[in-house]
Structures are given as C-alpha cells and as structure tokens.
C-alpha cells in the first residue's frame, strides 16, 4: 500500500480498472482438477495471471513422528514461489513472506477438513506458486481446497478465497498486483459458502468501519463466483461436465 506509483490510474472517470475491469468483476479465473499422477489429489489455477499448482500427498505417516497427534490427523501446507514467477527473481531460500502464507492458508483450510478419522497421520500440501500477479494466497487457498477434494480427503465445504480492496476511495472486487501496490487497501477472504463461515480474512491498508463492511460484503459474493468454478472442476473430472 501506499502509492508507489502515484501516476498510475487505477480507477478512470468511467469507473474502469488498470486493467480494463468494471469494479465489481473477477480477473478471469480457470479451475482445473487432477493433472499431476504422483499426487494423491491436485489442482491447477490461472487466476488473472497468477498460475498455481497443488498437489496433495495423503493421508499418510509422519515423518518425523513426534510431530504426529494420535487424536486426529493434521495438515502440513508449503506455499512455495518459484523463483522466476515475479518479474525480479525470488530468492530461492523460504521467504518470512511465504512461510507466512504458508500458515495462513493452513489455518483457513483447517476448518474444512476432517482428519480426525486419520489420527498419527498427515495430509500434506504442496503450493507451487509458477507466475504471481497479485493474490496468489487466494488463488493457492481456492486450488488447495480442490485439490484435498480431489484426493478425497473428506471435507465438510470448500474454502473459496478472493480479495476485495480499495482504490480511488472506492470498494473493488479481486485485487491485482497494480492496485496491491498502489491501492488504499487490500483484504483477501476465504470462505465456505455451504457453512457460510470465513476462515481468512486479512487486511493491508486502511479502511472506514463501513468501507470494511462493504469490503467484506463483496469478497463474500466474490468468493461465491469461485467457488462454482471449484464446483465445476471437480463435476469436470469426475463427471465428464461441468455441472449442469
Ligand atoms: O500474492 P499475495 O497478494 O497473496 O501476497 P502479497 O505478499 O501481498 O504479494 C503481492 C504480489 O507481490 C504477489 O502476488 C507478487 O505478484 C508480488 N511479489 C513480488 O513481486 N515479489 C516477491 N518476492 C513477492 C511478491
């Protein structure tokens, strides 16, 4: 945050976007499930021009094993950014920033599985992060979610993830890289509509008690678009359509 580029404009008198988009309206985002043979369940997304990749690996044993609980099963998940995936080069070592992430989308996909059928195990998964362009945590978190479904981990709803954010004193829907760095505000939002419960919420920037409101209003909405795209990805493998 903080208008690092004070001449870019994010929001033109006809209310259209940096990158072409009204303020309400997704990047274009493709869902697929399946792809990779060695995983147990894996996903890939094109969220914008974010391009992720997940594979799942479980339920199995914990190595090392001290690290297991004998109640239930738990979940290990590495958020990994290549290192040519932003236009400088990432450093190759873990990031602060990615083990961060790491635990964020953790946390927001713990609600949603259930593991306690798989005590001293773990599920294990895998973020590899090709191309970044802004709300990689969103995308990673919604392809993670599908993935877990699609190596049947049982779950009680996805988590669907977008951000919602703020330029040019006005609320918008899925933040880009741009509008990250030069925006008011940025919060992205996991949620499970089935259950109707948020399980991530964060927020860079400042925003007025109604902005946030609004702000969240809309990332909900939002995350209902993406979560019929996970929907028909998974009717996509397992149906042969999407759906309908
Ligand atoms: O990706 P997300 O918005 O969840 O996380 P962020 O930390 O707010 O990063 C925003 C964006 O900054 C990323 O999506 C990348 O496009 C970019 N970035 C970068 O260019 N170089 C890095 N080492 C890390 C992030």
Redesign the pocket.
């Known amino acids: 945050m903080g208008g690092r580029d004070a001449t870019m404009v994010l929001l033109d008198e006809n209310g259209i976007r940096c990158d072409g988009r009204k303020v309400d309206e997704p990047r274009r985002i493709m869902i697929k499930a399946g792809g990779l043979k060695n995983a147990d369940g894996s996903a890939y997304i094109e969220f914008g021009d ?1 391009k992720i990749l997940v594979g799942v690996f479980g339920p199995r044993d914990v190595h090392p094993k001290h690290m297991s609980n004998t109640d239930t099963g738990i979940l290990r998940v590495r958020y990994h ?1 290549e290192p040519f ?4 080069r ?2 190759p070592a873990p ?1 602060r ?1 990615e083990i961060e ?1 790491s635990k964020v989308i953790k946390e927001a996909l713990e609600p949603a599985v259930m593991l306690d059928k798989f005590p001293r195990t773990a599920v294990d998964v895998f973020i590899e ?1 090709l191309q ?9 978190l919604t392809a993670a979610s599908v993935a877990l479904a699609d190596a049947g981990i049982p779950m009680r709803d996805l988590v669907a993830a977008i ?1 919602a954010g703020k330029v040019a004193d006005t609320v918008i829907l899925d ?1 880009n ?1 741009e509008e ?2 030069a925006g008011q505000a ?1 919060m ?1 939002i996991g949620y499970m509509p089935n259950l109707e419960k948020i399980t991530l919420l964060q927020l ?1 920037g400042v925003l007025t008690p109604e902005e946030y409101k609004k702000c969240v209003e809309v990332g909900v909405e939002g995350c209902k678009l993406v979560y019929d795209l996970q929907k028909k990805a998974l009717h996509e493998k397992y149906f042969g359509n999407g759906g309908e």
Do not use: F, H, L, Y
């Open positions: 974010n950014m995936s932003v236009g400088e990432k450093n990031s920033r992430i992060v970044a362009d802004g709300g990689t945590r969103c995308a990673a951000a933040v890289n990250d760095q940025d992205p860079d």
